[in-house]
C-alpha cells in the first residue's frame, strides 16, 4: 500500500502557476514571494497561522478564524501591527487581485518577524511581524476514503506546547504523518497523553457508534472551527453528540469515522491500524453531516 493521499489533496490547478501573494503589504507574483532567511517563522517556526476556504464569494466562518488569529497572537505574545479591519481587507485585496470567487484556500501566516541575529531570544524580533497570505485556486479531490495508522507520537500537555495553539511548529505533526506513511497509511491517527484517541497530524477525528457522533474532550487538540460546526449541527438536528475520552477499541469497532479540517469539510476514513470501519465507505452519518455542512456555508 503505496498509494498514500492526504487530506489536503486537491485538484491539478494550472491557475496557482499565476497567483499573486500578500506578502507585508504588497501584493506581488509568487516568485517574488519571499521572506529573509533571518525571519523568525524560518529560523525557529515562531508565529502563528489560520486557513480559511472560500465558497461562492464568502470566507466562510471569517470572523471565527480572525477571532482565533488574535486570541493565538496574544497568547505567544506577538503583536499583529494590524486591525482585524486591515487583516480582513488584506484577504479581500488578495481575493480581488486573483480574480478568485469560489472554490480557494488562503493560509494566512504571521510571525514574529525579522531577527538581528540568527538566536531564539523574542528580544532579536525588532522589525515587527512578516505577515503571509498565499491564496490559492483548490478544490478538495479524494479518490477514496482516508486510511489512519495510530503513531506513538502524542498531542501533548498544555505546558509543553499547547496543542490548541495553530503555531508554525509542527514538526510533531509532521514525524506523526511520517510514522503513518512508513505503516502503509495517509494520516496519523493519535492520542492523547493518557492513551485515549485524539486527533490526527493534520484534522479533528470523529467515530459514530450506534447514531451517536463522539470526539475527543478537546482538551489535548487543535479545537477546530470546522470541529465546532459539527459538534453545533448535531446539536441543531437532535443528533446525540458526545465529547468524551474513548479507545482504539471503541474506535476500531465504530459504524462510521470522519475527519474534519477547513480545507476538506468532513473526509470519510475506511481503515485504521488495518480494521476496515464500517463497510469501509462513507457513512449515512458523514453524508447526513456533510449536507448539513454545506447548508450552512450556503447560508
Not at 51 to 70: K, P, Q, S, V
Not at 127 to 147: A, D, F, N, W, Y
Not at 292 to 298: E, G, P, R
Request: proline share 4%; net charge neutral.
Amino acid at each position: 500500500m503505496t498509494d498514500h493521499i492526504s487530506t489536503h489533496q486537491a485538484e491539478e490547478d494550472a491557475r496557482n502557476e499565476n497567483i499573486l501573494i500578500w506578502v507585508d503589504g504588497r501584493i506581488v507574483p509568487k516568485a517574488q514571494a519571499v521572506v529573509s532567511v533571518y525571519d523568525s517563522g524560518f529560523m525557529l517556526g515562531d508565529g502563528v497561522w489560520e486557513g480559511i476556504r472560500l465558497y461562492n464569494g464568502r470566507w466562510a466562518f471569517l470572523e471565527d478564524h480572525l477571532d482565533r488569529l488574535f486570541e493565538a497572537a496574544k497568547a505567544i505574545d506577538l503583536d499583529l501591527a494590524r486591525t482585524r479591519d486591515e487583516i480582513r481587507q488584506a484577504i479581500f485585496d488578495t481575493q480581488a487581485a486573483n480574480g478568485m470567487t469560489t472554490d480557494a484556500h488562503a493560509r494566512l501566516m504571521v510571525t514574529r518577524g525579522v531577527k538581528s541575529r540568527p538566536f531564539q531570544h523574542p528580544s532579536l524580533s525588532r522589525q515587527g511581524p512578516t505577515m503571509v497570505i498565499i491564496m490559492e485556486h483548490s478544490r478538495p479531490k479524494l479518490p477514496r476514503p482516508i486510511r489512519l495508522a495510530t503513531v506513538p507520537h502524542l498531542r501533548g500537555l498544555p505546558m509543553t506546547q499547547d496543542p490548541k495553539l495553530n503555531s508554525h511548529s509542527k514538526l510533531n505533526c509532521i514525524l506523526a504523518c511520517i510514522a503513518a506513511q512508513k505503516a502503509g497509511a495517509d494520516e496519523a491517527l493519535m492520542l492523547d497523553i493518557h492513551g485515549f484517541v485524539n486527533t490526527t497530524n493534520a484534522c479533528n477525528f470523529f467515530i459514530v457508534r450506534k447514531g451517536a457522533v463522539w470526539t475527543s474532550t478537546g482538551d489535548y487538540c487543535m479545537n477546530g472551527i470546522t470541529r465546532q460546526k459539527v459538534i453545533d449541527l448535531c446539536r441543531a438536528n437532535d443528533i446525540p453528540v458526545l465529547e468524551k475520552n474513548f479507545s482504539l477499541v471503541e474506535t476500531y469497532g465504530a459504524d462510521e469515522a470522519f475527519l474534519t479540517g477547513t480545507f476538506g469539510a468532513q473526509t470519510p476514513v475506511s481503515e485504521i491500524d488495518g480494521r476496515i470501519i464500517g463497510t469501509g465507505q462513507m457513512g449515512p452519518m458523514t453524508a447526513r453531516l456533510r449536507d448539513l455542512y454545506k447548508a450552512l456555508v450556503a447560508a
